[in-house]
């Protein structure tokens, strides 16, 4: 069983194309996240939301959303593809208990 | 600022030789700190983690971590690596309260050398 689960794990695209990743977390945590991965591997946070709140780092352009239909999914919507969106996006969840992040293997996302 | 340093880049040791990682944080208040693997195509899976009592920390696949807070140090070790090590070592620190907060290093990718 896959805890934390995303598609597509590859997509290419082309610039100014509307994509959208999808999530889901079976371990029946309360937050949900997204992160991005650049070439060279740094990670960042985007997203995290819960059915409280959403907290947007203010450093990722409002192309990015988020869109939640319950507490086990988090899909990425990215409008308006941009080359320097090429990176590896990576979903993740954690409970309230102050559990440590749990992470999706990642979709790797090439702009062409 | 809140920041996490791995300094080693990239590091090669031989199979069955021991390893150390590096990672150094600056943090306002007291840390939760963690190490992350990622192996190749994969997302990032938790070795261990600290907030509290015994500063040697034990986790998954034989490796341990131990907080120094003289030194700003938790520095992850293995007695003995294996080929399968071979994955790219990610330390963060971040609040008790809010896994929102956490920040990650750059990262240091261990080779294994036959």
């Known amino acids: 069983d896959t805890a934390v689960s995303q598609t597509p794990k590859y997509l290419v695209t082309q610039m100014g194309n509307d994509k959208s990743i999808k999530c889901e977390q079976n371990l029946g945590h309360d937050t949900m996240y997204w992160y991005k991965q650049d070439s060279k591997k740094f990670l960042k946070i985007m997203f995290s939301y819960n059915n409280k709140e959403l907290i947007i780092n203010e450093t990722v352009p409002n192309r990015f959303s988020p869109k939640s239909p319950d507490k086990a999914h988090l899909n990425l919507h990215i409008n308006s593809l941009e080359l320097g969106d090429s990176a590896v996006y990576f979903c993740a969840s954690s409970g309230e208990d102050n559990s440590p992040l749990h992470f999706g293997n990642g979709t790797r996302l090439t702009v062409t | 600022a809140q920041s996490v340093t791995q300094p080693d880049i990239h590091i090669t040791v031989s199979e069955g030789a021991s390893l150390e990682l590096r990672c150094n944080y600056s943090?306002?208040?007291?840390?939760?700190l963690f190490w992350y693997v990622q192996s190749p195509g994969q997302g990032l899976q938790l070795l261990l983690k600290?907030?509290?009592?015994?500063?040697l920390v034990q986790g998954i696949k034989g490796f341990e971590a131990e907080f120094k807070r003289s030194q700003s140090s938790f520095n992850l070790r293995k007695p003995s690596v294996h080929w399968s090590d071979a994955a790219e070592y990610f330390c963060a620190v971040g609040p008790y309260s809010s896994a929102s907060k956490i920040i990650f290093g750059s990262g240091t990718r261990l080779s294994i050398r036959p």
């Open positions: 600290y907030f509290s009592g015994d500063t």
């Open positions: 943090y306002g208040a007291t840390p939760y």
